[in-house]
């Protein structure tokens, strides 16, 4: 009874918090991601851009590095908090930070020997190792995240939104002062170096240097045995996201070109508008989402369920009509520069990015009760499916038949999610009875 007033106490709260938030930081990305493209290209040209997001591409694998730890651990400590299990909770943060420092040492080494014994071009060589190690540095502000998150707090964000803006606001001070690509590159590991320290201060009170330097070996074992699995499975996520959009880059841009790299990039940036919107409600919710799951509160756990929904479609019909409504506007503006884009390919890329919606909302159930291996194996199969589709229909049917591909997707994964979130919320409904009748 106790554990279940502890998550009633809060679990109207932080979510909201997180959610607005994220709305900053996605209007942040909003203006970033329309200037920075903006003022690259007038730089660089189309050709330019194009190597930078090519080159982005390929450093973007270096995200997989904490071998999907993040969410899983997040949600172990979740649970063993509504357990009484505080101690054990900050051990696995301690032996979290310990592997993920290991790793982010080694993948450095790694970069300096790529820069070492890989030449392609002097200049793209360059480029690449910069944006490798800034890539790396991004890990460890996650980190300082996911661990504020695990305790319900938006620190951790606030500190992730605002090294985003300021990043930004160097990267847009470098192109004016006409610093190279690289250059541009090194002002997000300059950046990243300071918000990755302040994120380590902020979260002293349950990770300091002092306790990593006391992590001891059984309990890194322990922490690997228990969480590597439930990573893994997690990782699927981004890896999939890889291949849909920085392993499609790579092949759109061998196979047709580093223009149409840029000009798909900008149609991505626009309609990813709506991607970004709900995943900001359903990440707002995760976490007292995991709690509710976790504590068998179905009552609590309903009241989520509505307000998520409803909050999801409320904000994505008015971001997909303020799109519609504005679609000659941004087309004849922000891709004044792109050959292929029309108004009617910028409304099937709203649509395509609109009908994945459904079976991410319902697997967020599944990946926040840490039930997600099943819904993370078939996004991932259909990923590679999508990415096959847009190595044979990209060259041949241009934008079209990257939106194809993306469709794919939805198809192989929306009934699986429907069919096993609704099998866990019956679970946590039967549960709860049976708590409440004892």
Not at 59 to 78: A, E, K, R, T
Request: aromatic share 14%; net charge positive.
């Amino acid at each position: 009874m106790g554990k279940t007033l502890k998550v009633n106490r809060y679990s109207a709260g932080p979510e909201n918090s997180f959610f607005i938030l994220r709305i900053v930081n996605i209007v942040a990305m909003i203006v970033f991601q329309i200037g920075t493209p903006t003022l690259i290209i007038a730089k660089f040209g189309i050709s330019g851009y194009g190597i930078w997001v090519f080159s982005l591409s390929i450093v973007c694998i270096l995200n997989l590095c904490d071998f999907g730890l993040f969410n899983s651990v997040v949600n172990d400590v979740i649970a063993l908090r509504t357990q009484g299990g505080n101690q054990r909770a900050e051990s696995l943060l301690k032996a979290l930070w310990s592997f993920i420092l290991l790793v982010g040492f080694l993948l450095i080494l790694l970069a300096q020997v790529f820069d070492f014994f890989v030449s392609l071009d002097a200049n793209m060589d360059k480029l690449i190792t910069t944006l490798a190690v800034a890539a790396i540095l991004q890990i460890f502000i996650r980190l300082n995240e996911a661990i504020s998150r695990a305790y319900l707090k938006v620190s951790g964000f606030a500190v992730l939104v605002v090294s985003y803006i300021f990043e930004s606001f160097l990267l847009i001070i470098g192109i004016m002062y006409n610093l190279e690509l690289w250059g541009l590159a090194s002002l997000l590991i300059y950046s990243r170096i300071l918000f990755v320290f302040f994120g380590f201060y902020i979260n002293r009170h349950h990770v300091s240097i002092i306790s990593l330097l006391e992590i001891k070996i059984h309990d890194m074992s322990y922490f690997l045995r228990n969480n590597i699995r439930k990573g893994i499975g997690f990782l699927a996520l981004p890896i999939g996201y890889l291949l849909l959009f920085d392993i499609s880059n790579i092949i759109l841009g061998t196979l047709v070109s580093k223009e149409f790299v840029g000009e798909l990039s900008l149609l991505r940036i626009s309609t990813g508008i709506i991607r970004q919107f709900s995943s900001a409600v359903l990440a707002s919710y995760s976490p007292v989402l995991s709690e509710a799951i976790f504590s068998m509160d179905w009552k609590i756990l309903k009241k989520i369920q509505a307000r998520m929904r409803l909050t999801l479609i409320v904000t994505i019909s008015f971001i997909c009509a303020l799109l519609m409504i504005s679609s000659n506007l941004i087309v004849d503006w922000y891709f004044q520069d792109a050959e292929t884009l029309s108004v009617s390919i910028f409304v099937i890329y709203i649509f395509c990015t609109v009908i994945d919606i459904p079976w991410v909302y319902r697997a967020t159930f599944l990946f926040s009760a840490n039930l997600h291996e099943g819904i993370a194996i078939r996004f991932l199969l259909s990923s590679f499916l999508a990415l096959v589709v847009v190595y044979f229909l990209g060259p041949l049917l241009g934008l079209i038949g990257v939106a194809i591909a993306f469709c794919v997707q939805d198809v192989v994964l929306t009934r699986y999610a429907f069919k096993k979130s609704s099998i866990l919320l019956h679970s946590c409904a039967i549960n709860s009875r049976g708590v409440r009748d004892e």
